[in-house]
């Protein structure tokens, strides 16, 4: 029984929080003589809606002694928590992100280069990975009945490159040949098969043009070409030949260009040293002996840190850092390092200002021409021919104009992001020599001393030389 001169709502607040998944009860004061029951908190509940996630136990408690609980903001109701779904995901039968290629070990000390760890071989009908569902989670309960529904989980999908197939419930990625699993571009996953050449490259082999990965147990001879879609590896040396690969390229025994070699790696480079050469790798370039006479271009870092580390004439061009022991020679051969964007970007921003410059000079002779015509015209002395040319010179101003406001916004563009090179720098382990040149985007500085264990980076505008600690 409740005895009371006010109603139970005065004497009672009850409150949903946001989510409604909390009911609360709060006892704001008591005359002496009221009595709650069980039965008229419950009405009270439910005269809000909320009928879900009771604290049975809790209420009897306030209805045997609400003095007790005066002033106390109370969890009356609990609502259901929604369990939201999990993503799906792709469970990889092979370490596809392992790029160190080492050749296999033998248990007594011999190496056999037959058997490389990091090439991931499979079999045709070979599982090559799983795909594992997303769930679509549980729906949760509000304090006043609701269905609080849950998010499900992202499904995850196979990035199909060539030679591989799914199950009819795309659930199992599989080979459709003998090969090697290959991620590349967008993380798609391909099977490679591998050429593999005991000997030289030579007339008895002829050019290579591949659709996997090439490994030459012997030199490439001058004149001779390989392309890869895979990776190329040679255990012995590069003349002055021609190698692509849309993954990595490792030559152990280093390239003698002769002023005709060209190899470019679509990720990274190893070599023993490189002379006379040009060299481009999208990603790492690494040397242990030495870079001389060449033009290198590397999308991250140059490193030709081993016991030699010699770096000496030529353009080295890499878009974060260069490292190196020795950088030029006491005869002051011109070297030039550049880093701080991107190689292609700085030789397109040349290309393109190359254009500009022909494109003003086409467009200056264009404009004289109509200049003229438009004198004839203002004479009365413009005949049909006339007019004809007078039409399509319009044309070909307007077509040059467009030209130009691309070719200039590329230039702005490009020119924006060579501005943006704080984290570019060169690192000289041992010694730079009189003779260097450092390009940090589009700032220069010239070497006139030698310097011994020095860095330069951007700063302040301006490319700062600080000692190595």
Do not use: W
Not at 58 to 66: D, E, F, G
Not at 348 to 354: K, N, S, T, V
Not at 367 to 376: C, F, M, P, S, V
Not at 379 to 385: E, K, R
Request: with cysteine; charged share 25%; net charge negative.
């Amino acid at each position: 029984m409740l005895e009371r001169n006010m109603p139970l709502e005065h004497y009672i607040t009850i409150s949903i929080s946001d989510d409604k998944l909390s009911a609360f009860l709060l006892i704001n004061e008591l005359q002496e003589d009221i009595i709650l029951s069980i039965g008229q908190l419950e009405e009270q509940l439910k005269a809000h809606q909320i009928i879900h996630g009771l604290n049975l136990p809790m209420i009897a408690q306030v209805a045997a002694s609400p003095k007790s609980y005066v002033g106390q903001k109370l969890e009356i109701a609990k609502g259901t928590v929604p369990q939201q779904g999990q993503d799906g995901y792709i469970q990889y039968m092979y370490d596809l992100e392992n790029e160190d290629k080492k050749p296999l070990e033998l248990e007594d000390g011999r190496v056999n280069y037959k058997e490389v760890i990091s090439l991931h071989n499979v079999k045709k009908g070979q599982l090559i990975a799983q795909r594992f569902r997303a769930t679509e989670g549980a729906p949760g309960k509000a304090v006043t009945g609701e269905v609080i529904f849950a998010k499900a989980g992202k499904e995850a999908r196979f990035k199909l490159g060539k030679n591989v197939i799914t199950d009819a419930n795309q659930m199992g990625l599989y080979s459709v040949m003998d090969g090697m699993v290959v991620k590349t571009d967008r993380d798609k996953i391909n099977v490679f098969p591998i050429y593999e050449v005991n000997g030289d490259v030579d007339y008895n082999i002829g050019n290579i043009d591949f659709i996997g990965t090439v490994v030459i147990r012997g030199n490439v001879l001058p004149g001779f070409k390989i392309r890869a879609s895979g990776d190329i590896r040679v255990t012995g040396g590069v003349e002055a030949a021609e190698l692509e690969a849309d993954g990595s390229i490792e030559i152990n025994a280093g390239i003698v260009g002769q002023n005709k070699a060209v190899v470019k790696a679509g990720h990274n480079l190893k070599s023993s040293f490189i002379q006379d050469a040009v060299v481009e790798a999208d990603n790492e370039l690494t040397v242990s002996q030495s870079i001389m006479h060449s033009t290198i271009r590397a999308g991250k870092a140059v490193n030709c840190v081993g016991s030699k580390g010699l770096i000496v004439g030529g353009i080295i061009q890499a878009g974060e850092r260069v490292k190196a022991r020795t950088i030029g020679n006491s005869m002051s051969t011109a070297t030039v390092i550049e880093v701080g964007v991107l190689p292609e970007l700085r030789n397109e921003l040349i290309q393109l200002r190359g254009q500009l410059k022909v494109q003003m000079e086409n467009l200056d002779k264009t404009e004289k021409a109509l200049t003229l015509l438009d004198q004839l015209a203002a004479a009365g002395q413009l005949g049909p021919d006339k007019v004809a040319m007078r039409i399509k010179l319009n044309h070909t101003k307007k077509q040059a104009l467009e030209e130009q406001n691309m070719i200039k916004d590329r230039i702005l563009e490009i020119e924006k992001s060579l501005e943006d090179s704080e984290n570019a720098k060169v690192e000289v382990i041992s010694t730079i020599y009189g003779g260097a040149k450092i390009v940090i985007g589009r700032y220069t500085k010239f070497i006139k001393d030698a310097s011994n264990r020095v860095t330069f980076r951007l700063v302040d505008s301006d490319i700062s030389m600080t000692a190595n600690v």
